[in-house]
């Protein structure tokens, strides 16, 4: 199933993946794809990350391996036509097995596609090889002159973000081959992230025609993109933030406190959120308080952990909390107004 719109001179193409659960490409993206190479005609693939895969996962029990110091899976990465398995939240390097440390089967299967895997999967696709663009905000002339050298002969372009290097590549069809992986994320101002993200791209280029591939079809990310229409995705998006009373509608503060205890982290947030409810009680003030781990909850070997307040004006008491329990001096971080909750 998809949707195709025509807006201003834009032929905008939203892809039904949960239709295909088992495919990277839809058959409409597969038949494009081929129709622009048989015209020889350049596509640019959009994914979201640099590197080669993100985990894989044991199909047999369901392991996936993850960082000693931290709490994400290990990524895989081509570093000078190798493969190298690494966090990439500190770094450390890790061997790689063909079988599951968990219980010993091969069954492994790679997930979450990003640049160098989308390069493979297109040679044996298509045969092609694929440029993947590093850098996209390369200012020296010596090096935007080697990129356009390297791209003058390339049909296939992969990129993460805006070719804004003055690359001399031009486009005939854009694929967002996963344009989800921003709407995955917990937060309140994902949807904004997302909507800008794809506006631009539709926008800044001369391209007419893209391909968006989603699991979220109806989502009015996709809608607005469809319409190519800023007033009706802030309509949609003002009316979801004030249902559940997100910025504007409301200020929101964090603390967060990080330890490499996990038990004394617990105690911590534990008499903090005591603390911060007797005071929100005796000023008798209806501030919503959510104690939560953070999404990636072990960093560089330390645990970390949120207090999320929410309220029309916080600053005033977050004033007087900070002073009144003296969190500065118990090594409790304080952000104001974050740009983001994770």
């Not at 296939?156 to 973000?161: A, C, K, Q, W």
């Not at 004030?242 to 910025?247: G, L």
């Not at 008499?271 to 072990?298: A, D, G, H, M, V």
Request: aromatic letters at 16%.
């Amino acid at each position: 199933m998809y949707i195709l719109s025509e807006k201003k001179w834009k032929k905008i193409a939203i892809v039904d993946l949960l239709t295909e659960k088992s495919k990277l490409f839809w058959d409409l993206t597969i038949k494009s794809i081929r129709k622009y190479i048989k015209l020889n005609k350049k596509i640019l693939f959009v994914v979201n990350r640099k590197g080669y895969t993100s985990s894989s996962i044991c199909e047999d029990c369901g392991n996936i391996p993850k960082c000693e110091k931290c709490d994400i899976p290990i990524w895989k990465y081509v570093v000078e036509k190798h493969f190298i398995f690494m966090c990439p939240i500190c770094k450390k390097v890790y061997e790689h097995n063909n079988f599951c440390k968990k219980c010993s089967w091969t069954n492994i299967k790679e997930i979450w596609i990003w640049t160098y895997k989308m390069q493979e999967i297109l040679k044996d696709m298509f045969n092609i090889d694929a440029f993947v663009i590093e850098n996209t905000n390369v200012n020296s002339l010596n090096k935007i002159s080697k990129i356009n050298k390297e791209l003058q002969n390339k049909q296939f372009v992969i990129s993460t973000s805006i070719l804004s290097c003055q690359a001399n590549f031009v486009p005939d069809l854009i694929i967002f081959p996963n344009a989800d992986t921003w709407l995955f994320l917990p937060d309140f101002n994902v949807a904004e992230k997302h909507f800008l993200f794809l506006y631009e791209f539709i926008k800044k280029y001369t391209t007419s025609n893209f391909i968006i591939q989603t699991f979220n079809i109806n989502h009015y990310v996709y809608e607005s993109i469809l319409k190519l229409d800023l007033n009706y995705f802030w309509e949609k998006e003002l009316k979801f933030r004030k249902q559940f009373f997100y910025p504007p509608y409301s200020e929101i503060a964090v603390i967060m406190y990080k330890t490499e205890v996990e038990e004394s982290l617990y105690r911590k947030i534990s008499k903090l959120e005591s603390e911060l409810k007797y005071l929100i009680e005796k000023e008798n003030i209806e501030i919503e308080i959510f104690p939560t781990p953070q999404l990636i909850y072990k960093k560089f070997g330390k645990y970390h952990y949120n207090i999320i307040l929410k309220w029309k004006k916080i600053k005033s008491f977050l004033d007087k909390a900070v002073t009144l329990l003296k969190l500065k001096n118990k090594w409790f971080q304080i952000d104001w107004l974050p740009s983001n909750l994770i």
